[in-house]
């Protein structure tokens, strides 16, 4: 069963623009994390926030967690070629019994 | 800096016939996972491992798939007889201990079953 849902399922900007995009959760969770794949290649890590934490922020990546809405958003700033790839968010939910769950992903396409 | 290693990256088979995947994890990563995606999705777990043990195989389809991690390190992934749905990237991944933390991935094996 599914429990993240990202939302866009795909985001075409422009180059220098910011990206935004939303994952949505149903049941509480002990921490969420956040994941870019390139095309054909394995996931790498970007983010993990944990459930007593409201905002994390990496480099250009910066990700939000409310846990009243059961819902996070990862924002990358000035947006480059390189951030072309699909984001995943995976939540690490109370009663998993210590399966991650993933979405289907964002893609998210960068213009030059 | 320390990665996951599979091999091969790239299988294809014919139905029928039986096919395996090897993972090496991060030295000192206590969970490994084995993951099936498929183009467009998000990942779904197959089998997680804390050391030698196997914590989750409820998406195994333990007819035709198995797995092992017999000394708590590397890990082997066997599809035997394959079919024509399993064609899809097979990922592994690992932690240090669990998924209070970050999962570190391999590049994967994408398998092509005909």
Redesign the interface.
């Known amino acids: 069963s599914?429990q993240?849902e990202e939302d866009p399922q795909a985001l075409s900007i422009q180059e220098g623009e910011n990206a935004t995009m939303n994952c949505s959760y149903k049941t509480s969770i002990?921490?969420l994390?956040w994941?870019r794949q390139n095309s054909?290649?394995?996931?790498?890590?970007l983010i993990?926030i944990r459930s007593n934490e409201r905002e994390k922020h990496s480099g250009r990546l910066r990700v939000t967690l409310d846990t009243s809405k059961k819902s996070s958003s990862l924002l990358i700033t000035a947006s480059r070629a390189a951030d072309t790839a699909s984001y995943?968010c995976?939540t690490?939910a109370m009663d998993?019994?210590?399966?991650?769950i993933?979405?289907?992903?964002t893609k998210l396409i960068i213009k030059p | 800096e320390a990665e996951?290693a599979q091999s091969p990256r790239y299988k294809i088979t014919e139905k029928s016939q039986a096919v395996a995947f090897w993972c090496d994890p991060i030295s000192g990563h206590a969970t490994l996972?084995w993951y099936r995606q498929i183009l467009?999705?998000?990942?779904?777990?197959l089998v997680?491992f804390q050391d030698e043990s196997v914590?989750?195989d409820?998406q195994l389809p333990k007819d035709r798939f198995s797995a092992e991690r017999l000394k708590g390190v590397d890990s082997t992934l066997k599809i035997q007889p394959a079919e024509l749905g399993d064609s899809a990237?097979y990922?592994c991944?690992s932690s240090l201990a669990?998924?209070?933390?970050?999962?570190?991935?391999?590049?994967?094996t994408?398998l092509t079953v005909t």
Request: cysteine-free; overall charge negative; charged content about 15%.
């Open positions: 599914q993240g002990n921490n994390q994941y054909g290649r394995g996931l790498v890590h993990l995943f995976a690490d998993s019994n210590y399966q991650l993933w979405g289907a992903g | 996951v996972y467009g999705q998000g990942p779904e777990l997680q914590v989750d409820s990237m990922l991944a669990g998924n209070r933390y970050e999962q570190y991935f391999g590049p994967g994408r």
